[in-house]
């Protein structure tokens, strides 16, 4: 048996008039996660609101309206931080470490 994938493309559901703190933008929308029954109703299902432009996520909540309220709340870009370490600055090993089979 082969698992067919179904490509159905989800409905834009408006989460909330929050504009996205990251980007700005007013669209978002809101996400279900987990698994579900074979007659497609949920279990244990969690939410999160995404951001339509920069794909910034909130918090994911146990419920839509949860989600929805964590979202208002996420912290800004950090944008002033240092970025970390440069690729020049990490040292790798250049020898593939060696073997104990023979
Ligand atoms: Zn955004």
């Given at each position: 048996m082969t698992l067919r994938l179904a490509r159905v493309k989800k409905p834009h559901i408006q989460?909330?008039?929050?504009?996205?703190?990251?980007?700005?933008?007013?669209e978002n929308q809101l996400f279900i996660h987990g698994t579900a029954h074979p007659d497609g109703t949920p279990i244990a299902p969690h939410f999160n609101v995404m951001c339509?432009?920069?794909?910034?996520s909130g918090p994911v909540a146990k419920s839509a309206e949860e989600a929805i309220k964590a979202w208002g709340k996420i912290a800004p870009a950090r944008l002033d931080d240092k970025t970390p370490a440069l690729l020049d600055d990490i040292e790798f090993d250049d020898k593939e470490p060696e073997s104990d089979v023979a």
């Open positions: 989460a909330t008039a929050t504009p996205c703190v990251h980007c700005g933008a007013d339509n432009q920069c794909k910034a």
